[in-house]
Nanobody, 120 residues
Framework: QVQLVESGGGLVQPGGSLRLSCAAS????????MGWYRQAPGKQRELVAA???????NYADSVKGRFTISRDNAKNTVYLQMNSLKPEDTFVYYC??????????????WGRGTQVTVSS
């Protein structure tokens, strides 16, 4: 069974940095798109950044120039480097990936989320 496990969240002061990681495990044949979303209580989940298997990236306007998404295809892992953090970046961050298991087609998977709190 495929799982996505996030790590790296926590409490940071405004202007600080955090690095989120998300590792996919299971009977994985290939992974296409990987991304990070964030969600506040009672609000819709919103895209933060996404990256294709070839390394093309896409960012929300609110994080451009501050956040960097990357991936290690050999480790089935996606990262989100978050710099110059602001209080308005406080959310639960979720990892997302389109994964093809052996013998099956692509399906979308989500991690359980990791809390990021930016506060002094």
């Amino acid at each position: 069974q495929v799982q996505l496990v996030e790590s790296g969240g926590g409490l940071v002061q405004p202007g600080g940095s955090l690095r989120l990681s998300c590792a996919a495990s299971g009977r994985i044949f290939s992974i296409s798109l990987m991304g990070w979303y964030r969600q506040a209580p009672g609000k819709q989940r919103e895209l933060v950044a996404a990256i294709t298997s070839g390394g093309s990236t896409n960012y929300a306007d609110s994080v451009k120039g501050r956040f960097t998404i990357s991936r290690d295809n050999a480790k089935n892992t996606v990262y989100l480097q978050m710099n110059s953090l602001k209080p308005e970046d406080t959310f639960v961050y979720y990892c997302n990936a389109a994964i093809r298991e052996y013998g099956l087609g692509y399906a979308t998977y989500w991690g359980r989320g990791t809390q990021v709190t930016v506060s002094s």
